[in-house]
């Protein structure tokens, strides 16, 4: 009788089991169709006239570029460098010192020649307090803000005070802009008044060649780790956030390389400093803020500005990664619990957010138990093999289909990996990484939901190693 009761519940366990990795892997799938057609739209939608006509017009808004910068010595010269040299014709560099203490204030000042100078803007947003302003003295629209340690979103928030243009870039320390990525990512506000934030494409820069703020050579990583990331973000990105951008209800713009209009963000009282997913709370808030005044708005993906930046290569940092953004994302479902299955909030109440809920929030949980009981119950013959090979089929080869998808996807819209070797070891990796890479990602965002229900708030430690770069002689070190 037991063993009955035992099988029975295992039985409908897999069932469940089985229809979550099929509904999954099959919205990822329908993603990926839709982005294919998006992304071809889009190819041919803003032609290199237009863009001309963007950077010579009067009309177009100035941009407040903010870096929040806390211990990024490594890398923090070369992105400031890259943002000086952005093709735009009205912008401002404001590098916010977060409380470092590893030099990262003295080689922004000392390298970009800045000078004290007077606090001369008011608090729109409380933050912590500022110790000094610095100013360029050779011209260049430079300005780094010295402040007492409070955090990322702090430090964002004290930047936007700062900020002179209604436009506000926000965007990592350890980050690269491409020279038109500002143009680009302008587009929208352009096209329509009621944009409200821009997301532009994160590229992972890891064996890729860095010259003077420049990534003049594209390239994958020597690392298994950062390429299996590789496949992660094209997945992300070309398939997820241009499909929800389509449906206005893209859920996050990473933190990374983000546009916004500045009154809007100051509006909803700035970025939240309790949370570590302060990107995604902030796009959940003006969500909730225009739809509850019924107010038209557009929050939207655009998938060819691209920011590069340095992707985790040891095991250690890349789950604490995981396991913060995990956090974050439980967070921000919490904070913003109303908006779930609400008709309020259209097809973000009654998708998207039900789908964050579903897949993004319990599902590592669903996942891993899946995988053990899974295991277990065909190695004590509860279930028989051909059950248990379609669920294989539907979890792994499913999911592995889908991974190809988003390489097809990268080499049909944007081919930045030129050499075919890439194209062919990103394909592999897409495939590889349902063996062994997925389970260990599932367990590190495992720990990040039990993180959470424990109340755990901190970042953690978040080791680089530094871009590659290429010296005067033209060979990197």
């Not at 979103?153 to 491409?178: K, T």
């Not at 299955?341 to 949980?365: A, H, Q, W």
Request: a positive charge; proline letters at 4%; glycine letters at 8%.
């Amino acid at each position: 009788m037991l063993r009955d009761w035992t099988i029975g519940a295992l039985e409908i366990f897999d069932l469940l089991l089985l229809a979550y990795f099929l509904v999954i892997n099959t919205i990822y799938l329908v993603f990926s169709l839709v982005a294919y057609g998006q992304l071809r739209h889009h190819r041919k939608r803003w032609t290199a006239r237009e863009l001309g006509a963007v950077m010579r017009s009067p009309a177009t808004p100035g941009i407040s570029v903010l870096v929040p910068a806390f211990n990024e010595a490594l890398n923090v010269v070369e992105s400031v460098r890259s943002l000086l040299f952005l093709n735009y014709p009205q912008f401002e560099v404001i590098v916010v010192n977060d409380g470092s203490t590893d030099g990262t204030l003295d080689l922004v000042v000392e390298g970009f020649e800045l000078v004290r100078a007077p606090v001369s803007y008011k608090q729109a947003v409380e933050t912590s307090p500022v110790r000094a302003v610095y100013r360029s003295i050779s011209g260049q629209d430079l300005t780094a803000i010295d402040k007492v340690n409070g955090g990322k979103a702090d430090a964002i928030n004290a930047g936007l005070n700062a900020a002179r243009y209604p436009l506000v870039c926000v965007i990592d320390a350890d980050s690269v802009l491409e020279e038109h990525s500002l143009t680009r990512a302008v587009l929208p506000f352009i096209e329509n008044p009621t944009t409200v934030a821009v997301g532009g494409i994160v590229r992972l820069a890891n064996g890729c060649k860095i010259d003077h703020g420049r990534v003049v050579e594209v390239g994958l990583p020597k690392s298994h780790l950062a390429t299996f990331q590789v496949v992660e973000y094209l997945r992300a990105f070309l398939a997820g956030r241009v499909t929800l951008s389509m449906m206005n209800g893209l859920m996050i713009i990473s933190g990374a390389f983000g546009v916004f209009k500045r009154a809007s963000v100051v509006a909803v009282g700035g970025f939240r400093q309790d949370t570590v997913g302060e990107d995604m709370e902030l796009v959940a808030k003006l969500h909730s803020y225009y739809r509850e005044r019924g107010e038209k708005y557009r929050i939207v993906f655009q998938p060819d500005p691209v920011c590069w930046t340095e992707a985790p290569e040891t095991i250690r940092t890349l789950a604490r990664q995981r396991d913060r953004w995990q956090r974050g994302t439980l967070q921000v479902l919490s904070l913003h619990w109303r908006l779930f299955c609400n008709p309020r909030y259209g097809l973000l109440g009654l998708f998207v957010i039900p789908y964050y809920v579903l897949f993004e929030g319990i599902g590592p949980i669903i996942e891993l138990f899946g995988y053990v009981f899974t295991i277990l119950a065909v190695a004590f013959g509860l279930i028989n093999w051909t059950f248990a090979v379609l669920l294989f089929l539907s979890a792994v080869v499913y999911g592995a289909m889908i991974s190809l998808a988003s390489v097809i996807l990268e080499e049909v819209s944007f081919r930045r990996y030129p050499r075919l070797g890439d194209l062919l070891r990103l394909a592999f990796y897409g495939v590889l990484e349902n063996f062994g890479y997925r389970q260990m990602a599932t367990w590190w965002r495992v720990r990040g939901v039990f993180r959470f229900l424990n109340g755990e708030r901190g970042w953690g430690d978040m080791t680089r190693k530094g871009f590659e770069k290429v010296n005067n002689e033209g060979s990197t070190g």
